[in-house]
């Protein structure tokens, strides 16, 4: 599966932003999907992810209540929707997916074979 991540940019702090993220190849159906985020000299950090499409949603505690994860009914697109941004949110956005994902690897990218190729959120203050 090839992974197509867009809908990054520049917003002021408080405002929103839809990331998608679409496949190609195969769909996201029984398969972890989950967006990563990377500041630069950081490591690569778990945003939200969807446990085998139409689960539960899983997100770090730092984006709950601002941030939902979806994908849409054909599950070839993921999707980030952003509200109430920060300054500490700017960073790269990846989105991945990999089927073979346990729940327990859920926020581990090293559990992710397939991943889109980054998209950028800058938060202004």
């Known amino acids: 599966v090839q992974l197509q991540a867009s809908g990054g940019g520049l917003v002021q702090a408080g405002g929103s932003l839809r990331l998608s993220c679409a496949a190609s190849g195969r769909t996201f159906s029984r398969s972890a999907v989950a967006w990563f985020r990377q500041a630069p000299g950081m490591d690569r950090k778990f945003v939200a992810a969807i446990f085998r499409t139409g689960d539960k949603t899983y997100y770090t505690d730092s984006v709950k209540g601002r941030f939902t994860i979806s994908t849409d009914n054909a599950k070839s697109t993921l999707f980030l929707q952003m509200n109430s941004l920060r300054p500490e949110d700017s960073a790269v956005y990846y989105c991945?997916?990999?089927?073979?994902?346990?729940?327990?690897?859920?926020?581990?990218?090293?559990?992710?074979?397939?991943w889109g190729q980054g998209t950028l959120v800058t938060v202004s203050s």
């Open positions: 991945a997916t990999d089927p073979s994902v346990i729940l327990s690897s859920l926020a581990s990218p090293t559990a992710y074979g397939y």
